[in-house]
């Protein structure tokens, strides 16, 4: 379905060749300042064209909000938000190619609606992204003011270039504790911050790009301040919404939240975080931080972190041998030159997936807290 | 929440110390043949007690169907179904720990809910789980019975003794293609179905308990013959609807699909999986499957493969330094002999977790593909 | 389906002939005081066999909470409940009838399902509201404890008699705003608070009783002190999910609130609720309350109140021309003796489903009200 | 929340004076042909200015088909669609009136958000209906093309002239059995197809302008053809959707079907509709009709019909005595003239709330059906 969260809730639309791409945001607190300003930001960095890395053309991508706020004030109803495309054109069947792209959706689409629409797989497209980047911003405005949440997403690895991401490495938890959005974009054009790593991928993505091919890459994301207690127990922990989220993302192939897949090498006395009592802030902490985050699908106050595999991109400006749609082998032909390697575009995507879902857990969470508090206390207990 | 699903639904409910734990399984077809026994099956292959790596507590967990059925065939409406809890009595509070124990959820239960419950992070209990089999088997039994659909899940790795999973290697593939439940059980107790891997991996878990200590690992899943156009674009791309069902099982922290992370690495000219016409069967299929099954988020009709990390268990037999609930640093001391490596009794509950997505997503693409069959044909298209 | 809520949700399962009818609570706020007796009290109200103008058969219909609280108190976790059925024998579909039973399910559950169960139209069966009743009841202590909210209903006609609900009718204001359960149940057996009128629906319902004969009535209720600001605007109006929930009782026909069909004949000038602000409470109230409570489909803060349809039991103890299942014409016998009239009955039902209607509809906007608390204040605004 | 349906939905947006209203129906079944033109009938059916009875502003209304088609073809993906607002300037908030309009949303709308909005309560103004019209628009070409189904509403009271509708009327049920689109709104302006109540309608209208006041009425709908086995038991029987979605409808009072209120003074031997078998078609019939088409919840093949009661418009062209926001007691001057009587416009609302009701339940139950064919065949069953 196009529709994602069960308080603070996102539908979007839109496809390549259509007249506009947008969504509707439903749920949003009202009392907040928004301008389309504040939502640009994000959408401007997802779009292509902003580096040699990336692909040439130039979309611009400007978001017009419908409804929903007025004197730059959220009003709590609806938000429509919508982006324009300018090529609006669909193909024409008979210029269509005659073969479904090699991991590509279009082969999938036409079994899943039995109809060739121009496009292939049309909501497959990253450009259906921009709903989700729009609602994410408005999402992540809020938890920021409200809460003081920071959520920033970097490059950690390109093909075999990765930086030590091991959850016993304190250089990492280190870099977890301080990036900023502004030294991942200072990191032209990989988003990678850490500088050796951040040469090497750019000279594996310019190898990748000589050979007329592609590579995937990780990016990483840190929540920071996130209240303790959101998640819900059973099916929507919190790393079950995350990763849902984030595998909703085109391209993506992998999840894994703190220790992650090399969490399983590690012995659980080490593996446990053991808690201890910050007394400057009366909270409960922990030592070591292996669960990212959240234990039993519920934050406990840490960072969260996690990161998320991204395949080659599928479109590759090589030749390939494959079948028509009427079954014969034969040879794709490429077409144009396209980019290699689309993880740092990735980026302002992971970071708004991420603030939805903890946006509409916050919000599930503060109807639970809000109704407890209305009680009558009970005898001996807080 | 704890409910599931969005046509084919499931609901559970129950904790470690209540009277029992179960489920409401909502959107069943009606027509099939179910009985007790059937369910059964899969609740047994997750009962502790097993074999002797895993804990020595002997659940009976007979499962006793409410409603939803007559005369062994399902009516169509809500499935109800319990499992008693012998142990039914709660702790005491005056005899309840002192200590939220490191890396499990009374911590997070106590910050969400602000009660403390006498069994911790109740809901975080494996005992929780079998709502879920107890689902997952009619879910399973309907895809069996329709589609012919084959679900094995195995245990692939556990702490650095690891199984071939490259995508590359052909071995696995032919693994996926051919291992079967049988295979898997009989390699006990670790049912892990490649033999020297599986005697590594029996001689790290006995060390780990000889060392009062745990360890994680890896459960593989395979989906064969699932049919082609199933998951939602978007936001509910199958492998989102996977990872979200894989990372809601407690002690996960890792979810991939197809290359998963390892396909990072391989550049797009060889991860894309090319396209040939199965002469025999008249379906389109992909020469590699880099994919895991599944492309834009819908099926292709290729094998579904994904896999799910298991961090180490929390509770371990030795005292662990942390600090009380009111703050003060102390020793949480050990108690009795705990399992030091869960992942054998975590495949049947992907197994399961994944019947319940394969199957919702089943029933939604069913309204789709019957609702267009109704519609009057389009001129010169399908 | 059979989950009904957003935030807080009940799913029910269960028929007449199957082991037992229950259902799960979840999203239910922790730290409440719950006992079985809590909700055995509603469960009582809404039995047969409570008076000679009911049905001779008594259920016991004793309700065990599975899971959710611990010494007394809810938890938080979904709170499991069921009551065994006495009668768990399903037909031998030799014995069962030929007849699709003229204005019951059996058809039409055949025709849905195409299984053809004992029971018939199982789940159609008032057996199966126990479940809401159950649910409703942790609801209505939520709210009475926490809002000190009050919800009344009563049975207001019964054939043609029928108390003035006429809403420009004062003394019906005053009865909706001092009615109390214990004047309900006083008004033996009919639970109609109004003597005149309660003693002419008696003998009316005697008189279809000896013709062998059934006849409808209608269930009014009002809720009191529910807070202002509830019910979600456009699709989930507050009216729109209690007409949602009260045609979803079995034998319902109509829903109106307030003013509600005798409203279209009052002028626009007179229909209009003109505003007042109570100097003692500093509250705006409305001096008319023609709207029902609701106002953009949004509580108000005056008396909430509505009134439900039902039509005659379909069961009758007189034998009814209808074709059998094989088509032919024929005469379906009558069997036993059968309750002529079951509005009484419903006044529990009906206020259970007010009560999760309301509950729902406050957690939704306790998230809402709570976010927009954490917001940093706009200039010159609230 | 703004969004409606479980497996065909719509998501709105839009108040009086923003940048445009709209909507994103997802579930939409592909291979649908679909243009502008398809949608653009009903929302000038809807639109004001269509007669001297109905308010002399002249929207345009013209949608525009953003996504989720191509070439005149449904895809199968969301359909985004927008109608511009001719007048988006809010108003500055030192002209707004000082008082909240009585039995309008002003007041609720600042009691749920705490904003003060320029259009008091924004989201109930009849012009987010525009969105409901153009989803529903769809679902209806779908049921006609796809089941031959057939939806027509009409007025059929006004004030206190009404035509019979009662249920054991014969001629009530020819007009259900024969009237169109065609005749309905051949009957301006009021919409009623029965001449003789239409002029005394008009009557009454003229009256209540004259005395510068309004007045309500019911609308009442019929639904042909509609394939049995609709609606799911227990919580989302079709009447109840029916009636959410009706009372969904701005200025709606009270929502009945089949005999409705008028069903609790017929004895149940008169009220059951007995069955016969059509030995032209094969099908299952009833020789009466009070049940409206549904039987525990489930459509059983014969005419659904239902009427609607609207409340008189709440805007007046006459001064009200009320109290303004800062409490005093003051009167709130008459701004302009008016629509004294709304229903006629509420005709192709009806209709398509119904659309977007019978449409859903419908993908539900092919999602049903279609699994349930793919079983194996029972011994001895269908």
């Known amino acids: 379905m196009s529709t994602f969260g069960k308080v603070f809730r996102v539908t979007t639309y839109g496809e390549s060749h259509c007249k506009s791409v947008g969504c509707i945001v439903d749920g949003c607190p009202p009392g907040m300042q928004l301008q389309e300003a504040d939502i640009q930001v994000q959408l401007s960095r997802r779009r292509p064209g902003q580096s040699k890395l990336t692909t040439p053309r130039n979309e611009k991508d400007l978001v017009k909000i419908q409804s929903g706020t007025e004197f730059g004030v959220t009003l709590g109803t609806p938000i429509g938000m919508l982006v324009a495309n300018e090529d609006q054109r669909p193909n024409d069947y008979s210029d269509m190619t005659n073969y479904p792209r090699p991991s590509h959706a ?66 990492f938890h280190n870099l977890l504790n301080t990036i900023t959005r502004e030294q991942v974009d200072a990191a032209v054009p990989v988003r990678c911050p850490v500088e050796s790593a951040a040469k090497d991928m750019i000279a594996l993505v310019e190898k990748y790009k000589a050979e007329q091919d592609s590579i995937g890459g990780v990016v990483t994301c840190v929540i920071r301040n996130a209240p303790s207690g959101l998640g819900e127990p059973v099916f929507d922990k919190l790393e079950a919404e995350l990763a849902h989220a984030m595998l909703s993302i085109p391209a993506t192939k992998g999840f894994e939240i703190g220790s992650g897949f090399s969490g399983i090498k590690i012995p659980g006395s080490q593996h446990n975080d053991p808690f201890y009592k910050d007394e400057t802030t009366g909270k409960f902490r922990t030592r070591t931080n292996n669960s990212g985050g959240v234990q039993g699908g519920i934050t406990n106050g840490e960072n969260i972190y996690f990161s998320v595999a991204f395949k080659p991109p599928a479109t590759i400006s090589q030749p390939q041998e494959t079948a028509s749609y009427d079954g014969k082998d034969g040879v794709l032909a490429a077409k144009g030159r396209h980019d290699p390697n689309v993880v740092p575009r990735a980026v302002p995507i992971v970071e708004s997936m991420a603030s939805l879902v903890l946006m509409d857990a916050l919000m599930l969470q503060l109807a639970r807290s809000a109704s407890r508090e209305r009680l009558p206390k009970l005898n001996g207990s807080a």
């Open 106 to 171: 279009d082969f999938t689409y036409l079994e899943k609606y039995s109809v060739k629409a121009s496009s292939g797989g049309g909501r497959s497209s990253a450009r259906e992204t921009i709903g989700r980047v729009a609602a994410g911003s408005i999402a992540e405005k809020y938890l920021k003011e409200a809460y003081g949440v920071e959520i920033v997403a970097f490059v950690s690895a390109v093909g075999d270039v990765s930086i030590d991401r091991d959850p016993s490495n304190p250089e």
